[in-house]
């Protein structure tokens, strides 16, 4: 008998060191342009410290099947105190997150723990459809092996391209601080595209683009260090502007695959009282002329964006991405700042004219009084929008988002995470915004920290709120559990798109709601991970049934 033990499990465990993972049945099968994933966790049947491992891959589409090792990071804030129950664990401990590649002699069994592997296999529209073994065996130092087999199932159709606008903002600031490198030089660019380039795959297709440093998460009175691609200069009292950075960040966006842009937030968030910081060489002088010092209305500003703006919008007609182009006023900004936003979002309409301006915030009176246009709606508030039938609603989560609805915070069940398809779905949501792809700072950017360190930007949101990607060496990011699974969620938003397009979106919403024994709603939806996998079977199902219907099967 091998001294190790394996186990085949589910994409939506999370395998700690000190528990057994279950038996749990696995369906793995997608479409043959479909990320399909699963786990193997293995440990030491015999009473040594650890055994050296290594592992081999038996199948004919091995050259389609990408291994990873699961490995735990530091958790302290797993939960606030008043959260419900539906979360894995809430006390501090290592907690199962980080996907890192597979190096020499970095696989190590331990007696009494328990290590995972996760396994994807990408057919990238290239395999055929079919049922294909994948053998993973496990070899010991002792020279005894273990092996499972599990069987994939390509389903002959392919899903079709994602509708769902998906935003998670990027931090160059962030990246500049933790790999050491100058901002905007050559390295830093090459960092920043191995960033784009990882959320693009992971089903992010808008950017937050720093026309001037995102007044984001920053204390009043401080600041973080200057991402501007807008070029300011100010001459004998006249503005005048160079695009260059600009232009080459959007030809990057749109080299790796982004559609969609978002411009930083023209005033402070929480509120849009002060200028965002603005750098500009004055006559020769390079200084700070615009920031918390200036009121958001001020003349001095209102003169600057007259010529800013249109500065801008001709560069986003030049590249052909002016339709694709959202702007913002201030983020989330609370009732008592009604005022204040609308004084601010008054002064610039006139400049956007015919654009796209949309914010997060969680107040219906907002909205209904006419203040935002586009409300990027908190999961948590949301209900009310849906009720009152808002259209082309948005929704994003964060560390607010921490009672009932979906979430993807770390001591978390995946399944939590992957509901969320269902629910953008059926409520047929246009986009999704989440704050942090890789916020590696402190509360409010008062210092930098290290991720593999502090998961919970220093104890002030739950673990794995601030990023779903790891710095990783050589300037390029580290995917999470989460993120992989928030792209399964993705996929699984194509497909009950594809079925919706091939029946009707009411037959999907029927099968939501009927495997999940009620009506799903972001706050009411079922909590075992079998769920997703009954759903899916049965979406896969009915796609099949009618493309061989339509095909004359």
Not at 161 to 183: F, V
Not at 316 to 342: A, C, F, M, N
Request: charged share 25%; glycine share 6%; proline share 5%.
């Amino acid at each position: 008998m091998s001294a190790l033990q394996i186990k085949l499990i589910s994409s939506l465990e999370k395998v700690f060191l000190d528990q057994e993972p279950s038996e749990e049945a696995l369906m793995v099968e997608g479409f043959r342009n479909e990320i399909m994933s699963f786990q193997v966790a293995y440990t030491l049947r015999e009473q040594v410290n650890r055994m050296y491992v290594s592992l081999e891959i038996d199948s004919p589409i091995a050259a389609y099947v990408h291994i990873r090792q699961v490995e735990h990071v530091p958790v302290r804030f797993a939960a606030p105190v008043d959260s419900d129950e539906y979360y894995l664990r809430k006390n501090a401990g290592l907690y199962p997150d980080l996907l890192r590649e597979i190096g020499p002699h970095t696989m190590r069994a331990r007696f009494g723990q328990w290590d995972t592997l996760w396994v994807e296999v990408d057919p990238r529209g290239e395999l055929a459809a079919g049922v294909y073994p994948v053998g993973i065996r496990l070899i010991g130092e002792d020279g005894t092996s273990v092996e499972a087999t599990e069987t994939i199932t390509v389903l002959d159709a392919m899903l079709p391209p994602q509708k769902l606008i998906h935003t998670k903002w990027l931090y160059c600031d962030c990246l500049s601080d933790y790999y050491h490198q100058e901002i905007f030089s050559e390295a830093h660019w090459r960092t920043i595209e191995n960033f784009v380039q990882k959320a693009v795959s992971g089903g992010i297709n808008m950017m937050l683009t720093p026309i001037h440093t995102p007044p984001l998460d920053t204390r009043v009175g401080g600041e973080r260090p200057t991402t501007q691609l807008v070029d300011v200069y100010l001459e004998k009292g006249v503005y005048r502007f160079e695009m260059e950075k600009l232009h080459r960040w959007i030809a990057m966006c749109k080299r790796c695959g982004i559609k969609y842009f978002e411009m930083a937030h023209l005033y402070t968030q929480w509120g849009a009282q002060h200028a965002p910081k603005i750098m500009a060489t004055v006559d020769g002088e390079y200084r700070q002329i615009f920031g918390w010092e200036t009121q958001a209305t001020s003349p001095e500003y209102y003169a600057f964006l007259n010529v800013y703006i249109p500065a801008i919008r001709k560069v986003l007609k030049e590249e052909g991405v002016e339709q694709y182009t959202r702007w913002h006023i201030s983020d989330e900004p609370r009732e008592e700042q009604l005022e204040d936003y609308r004084a601010a979002r008054e002064q610039v309409l006139p400049l956007l004219k015919d654009s796209f301006i949309m914010d997060a915030l969680s107040s219906f009176d907002f909205y209904q009084q006419g203040t935002v246009d586009h409300p990027v709606v908190a999961s948590n508030h949301v209900e009310k929008f849906i009720q009152e039938k808002v259209p082309g609603l948005w929704v994003y989560y964060c560390c607010s988002q921490y009672k009932d609805v979906s979430n993807m915070f770390i001591a978390m069940p995946s399944a939590r995470n992957r509901v969320l398809a269902a629910q953008l779905f059926k409520y047929h949501i246009q986009g999704f915004l989440h704050w942090g792809f890789n916020f590696y700072n402190a509360q409010y950017s008062d210092y930098p920290l290290n991720p593999y360190l502090s998961t919970d930007g220093d104890g002030f949101v739950p673990a794995g709120d601030p990023f779903q990607v790891y710095p990783g060496p050589d300037g390029q990011p580290l995917e999470s559990i989460r993120m992989a699974v928030t792209r399964d969620a993705l996929q699984d938003l194509r497909a009950f798109e594809l079925l919706a397009g091939l029946e009707n979106r009411d037959f999907v919403n029927r099968l939501i709601d009927e495997e999940a024994g009620e009506g799903l709603t972001f706050a009411t939806y079922p909590h075992e991970q079998s769920y997703l996998t009954r759903l899916r079977q049965k979406v896969n199902a009915a796609i099949m049934e009618r493309v061989a219907t339509k095909a004359g099967k």
